[in-house]
């Protein structure tokens, strides 16, 4: 039996690679080769495949926090790219445009399994960004959004999401065998899964310090953004934007 662990981002992936990757039949696939001595394979990187003899296995993260660590990651890596700039990236400008900005991908927890089951519907760049999409017009003196353009932008990003979530519910969720909620304990339910599938390790890493993004803003001296730090009217955003997400993470857990 061989177990695969889709690592969606910000999902506590790390936590459970670097505590157990060292041993010898477990393999972090975005750092080293997988062969096939390897029963356990972690990874953004991980993909399902046709072998009757896989366990695919994800953690899953309330959507609402998930989003606010996506934004303190991004705030501290560009801290580590340019430490003596003092900017700060705001929510509102980086949620705009998280499809696009770097240093990782951003795409939900949906999208993010469907890409694994080798469905992928998820740019949504061209509709995300308000700049790259044309609807906002400065004459040098004023600035206006096209709001029939917005709406028309929006209605378009709606049935993608439904239709990523009509795929998943069809197509990939049936493939996954186990969910693990960040809320409870990690790596006791990890450890569960390992015992249930006779998956044998012989240590575990104690990991004192790990790329937690709580933890790599506060070395920064950088505070974390709660959601509660936002205003309602960007609360807002970020409840529609995580519909099908929300109603995904309350179907799993």
């Known amino acids: 039996m061989r177990l695969k662990f889709l690592h969606i981002p910000k999902t506590a992936g790390t936590t459970l690679i670097e505590r157990y990757w060292h041993n010898d039949n477990f393999c972090a696939a975005d750092r080293e080769p997988t062969t096939p001595g390897h029963q356990v394979v972690f990874g953004h990187t991980v993909a399902m495949d046709d072998d009757p003899n896989t366990i695919y296995v994800t953690a899953v993260r309330d959507p609402r926090e998930r989003i606010i660590s996506q934004y303190n990651f991004v705030r501290s890596q560009l801290r580590y790219m340019n430490p003596h700039n003092p900017t700060e990236l705001d929510f509102y400008t980086w949620f705009i445009n998280k499809e696009v900005i770097r240093p990782m991908r951003y795409t939900g927890m949906i999208d993010w399994l469907n890409q694994a089951n080798h469905y992928w519907n998820t740019d949504t760049s061209h509709y995300d960004t ?103 009217d960007t609360q807002l955003m970020i409840e529609q934007e995580t519909h099908y997400e929300r109603r995904f993470y309350l179907e799993v857990t």
Not at 180 to 201: A, H, M, N, P, R
């Open 130 to 232: 308000m700049y790259s999409n044309q609807i906002l017009h400065w004459n040098g003196e004023t600035t206006s959004i096209e709001q029939p353009r917005l709406a028309e932008l929006t209605e378009r990003r709606a049935e993608v999401y439904a239709d990523n979530y009509k795929c998943f519910k069809t197509n990939t969720h049936p493939r996954i065998h186990h969910y693990i909620d960040t809320s409870k304990d990690v790596v006791g339910e990890f450890e569960s899964l390992c015992t249930q599938y006779d998956i044998q390790f012989d240590t575990v890493r104690d990991i004192t310090r790990t790329n937690v993004t709580s933890d790599t803003l506060e070395h920064q001296q950088l505070k974390y953004t709660q959601y509660t730090d936002l205003t309602p």
